[in-house]
C-alpha cells in the first residue's frame, strides 16, 4: 500500500522543541498489515514479526514474554508503523542557520532516512486498549557542552605546549598559532551557540 504522511522534526537539530510544526512530507510503501510483539513490563515494542497484504490469525503469535498485536496501517498510525518497519520514503532537507557573517550551520535531513536523524533509538511503545503508538524521543548531541568547552580548554593547552617548543617549521608555526589563536576566541566568538553548531577546525600537522 502507499499512504502519504508527515514525519514532525525539531525546530534544530538536537532539541525537543517542535513550536514552528515542522515536517517532512514522507510516503509509507509498505503491508497493510503488520504484527508486533510487545512487553507488556512496559509496553515497548520489540519486534515487527510479520507484515502482511492481509489480516493474519493471530493464534500462530505465541511466546512466554510478549504479547502479539495485530495492527491495520491507517492514518493514526502510519508514522510509528514506517519508524517500525523502515518501509518509507521522505523529501530531502536541510537545517540552516546563519552563525556570523561568514559561518553558517548546516544540518541534512537526509532523504529516506529521516526518523534516524530526528528520532533517538529508544522502543516506540503500544498501549493495546487505546491502539495507539508512542513515538521515541527526539535525538540529542552525544557530547555535553561542558565536555566540549573542557575539551576545547584541553587541546588549547596542549597546543600551547607545541606553540612554544621552537622546533616547528615557519608553515607549521604558522598553522599551530591560528589553532590557538581560534581556540582562544572561540568562546567569545560563539557565545550562546550551541556547542554541536561551532565548525571546529581540523588540527594542524606537526
Known amino acids: 500500500m502507499n499512504m502519504n504522511f508527515n514525519i ?25 498489515y ?13 519486534s515487527v ?7 493474519m490469525d493471530m493464534s500462530e503469535f505465541e511466546d512466554d514474554v510478549l504479547e502479539f498485536h495485530l495492527i491495520t496501517v491507517n492514518e493514526s498510525n502510519v508514522l510509528a508503523v514506517a519508524k517500525l518497519t523502515h518501509q518509507y520514503t521522505s523529501e ?25 536523524d530526528v528520532y533517538n533509538n529508544d522502543h516506540l511503545t503500544y498501549d493495546a486498549d487505546s491502539g495507539a503508538f508512542t513515538m521515541s524521543g527526539f535525538l540529542t548531541h552525544g557530547v555535553s557542552a561542558e565536555d566540549f568547552w573542557t575539551s576545547v580548554t584541553e587541546r588549547k ?3 600551547k605546549v607545541i606553540q612554544a617548543n621552537g622546533t616547528l617549521n615557519e608553515d607549521q608555526q604558522a598553522a599551530v598559532d591560528a589553532y590557538v589563536d581560534w581556540m582562544e576566541n572561540a568562546p567569545t566568538k560563539y557565545d550562546g551557540v550551541a556547542h554541536w553548531k561551532i565548525p571546529f577546525p ?3 600537522e606537526v
Open 92 to 116: 530531502a532537507s536541510e537545517y540552516t542557520e546563519s552563525l556570523n557573517d561568514d559561518e553558517t550551520y548546516a544540518y541534512p535531513y537526509d532523504a529516506d532516512n529521516v526518523f534516524n
Open 34 to 46: 503488520i504484527v508486533i510483539g510487545v512487553d507488556p513490563s512496559n509496553s515497548a515494542v520489540m
Open 157 to 159: 593547552e596542549e597546543f
Open 202 to 204: 581540523n588540527s594542524p
Open 8 to 32: 514532525p522534526i525539531t525546530d534544530e537539530p538536537y532539541t525537543s522543541s517542535t513550536s514552528e510544526n515542522k515536517t517532512v512530507a514522507a510516503e509509507y510503501y509498505g503491508a497493510p
Open 49 to 55: 514479526d510479520r507484515e502482511a497484504e492481509e489480516a
